[in-house]
C-alpha cells in the first residue's frame, strides 16, 4: 500500500477513531482512484479527479457512488494537503452528479403496533423484544445498541448512555416499554456484572451487528409477514413518529445524535407526506375534477 494512503487511514483510525466500515469505504475508493491514475499525489489535477467521476457515471455508477468517492478523494487530498505533500486539493472544486432525496422507508403506527402484539416464549425472544424496544423507543443506531454495557444503563431514571460516531457519547431517554423489556430480559440472565455486554448471544457473547439484523429479520417475518423489518428501519421510524407527534426537530436531532440539524430535516418532509395524505382524505377541495 502507498505509505501516504497507509498514514491517512492511521489518521482515521487514531485520530478520527472511524469504524472498520468506513475506514475499508475509504480504502476502497483511493485505491480504485489509484488503479486509473498512479500515486504521483502532486501532479494528479482536476482533470483526473472529474474523469473518474465521468467513467464511472459511464459505468453505471450510482450519483450516491460519485458523491462517496468524491468525499472520500477530498478527505484524502486534504490530509496530503497538511503534510505538504501537494500543494492543492484537485478534488476539492469537482461537482458530484445529482440525487433525488430518497425518503427513508417508515412503519405506520398499525404495522409497529403489530411488532409488539405477541408475547415472548423464551428467553431468546425476550432478548429480542427488548433489543426491537431499544432501537424503536430510542431511535438508536446498531452499532450504538451492541456497543451498550449494562453499566450504561440507569432504568430508575429512563436513560441510557450510547457511544456514537466518532465515539461521541450522549444520553437519550428509554420509554416505559423499552425499560419492561430490558428489564423481563435482564432476568433472565444470572450474575451479570455491569461491565457486560447488555445483549448477548446464548454463549454470553456481545452480539454482533449481523445477529441482530437477523434476528430482527425473523421477528418481522413471524408478526408482518414480512422480512423488511431491519435496524435503520425502526431508527426512521421512530424519528418520523416522534416529529410528526411533537414537531420538534431539534429534540430529534438531539436523539438520534446527528450533529447537524439538516441531517435532521428529511423527517420534515416525511411529516409533510403525513399531512399531505390527511389533507386528500378530508378537504372537500383535495379532490379536484378536471373539466
Known sequence: MDKHLRGFLDYLTFEKRYSAHTLRAYQRDIEQFVAANGTAWGKIDRSQVASMVVKLRSRGASPRTCQRLLSSLRSFFRYLEKQGIVNANPAASVQSP????????????????????????????????????????????????????????????????????GEKTRIVPLG??????????????????????????????????????????????????????????????????VLESSGDLRAVQEMLGHADIATTQIYTHLDFQHLAKVYDAAHPRADRQTD
Open 176 to 241: 416505559t416499554q423499552s425499560i419492561a423489556a430490558i428489564e423481563s430480559y435482564l432476568a433472565t440472565r444470572s450474575e451479570v456484572e455491569p461491565s457486560a455486554a447488555l445483549f448477548v448471544t446464548r454463549n454470553g457473547k456481545r452480539v454482533s451487528p449481523r445477529t441482530v439484523q437477523q434476528r430482527l429479520k425473523r421477528w418481522g417475518q413471524a408478526r408482518l409477514g414480512s422480512n423488511v423489518l431491519h435496524p435503520h428501519l425502526l431508527r426512521h421510524s421512530f424519528a418520523s413518529h
Open 98 to 165: 445529482k440525487r433525488g432525496n430518497r425518503l427513508p422507508n417508515t412503519l405506520d403506527a398499525d404495522l409497529t403496533a403489530k411488532l409488539f402484539d405477541a408475547k415472548p416464549s423464551n428467553a431468546l425472544e425476550k432478548r429480542d423484544l427488548a433489543m426491537i424496544e431499544l432501537l424503536y423507543g430510542s431511535g438508536i443506531r446498531l452499532s450504538e445498541l451492541v456497543r451498550i454495557d449494562i453499566h450504561n444503563l440507569n432504568l430508575a431514571n429512563g436513560m441510557v448512555r450510547v457511544t456514537g460516531k
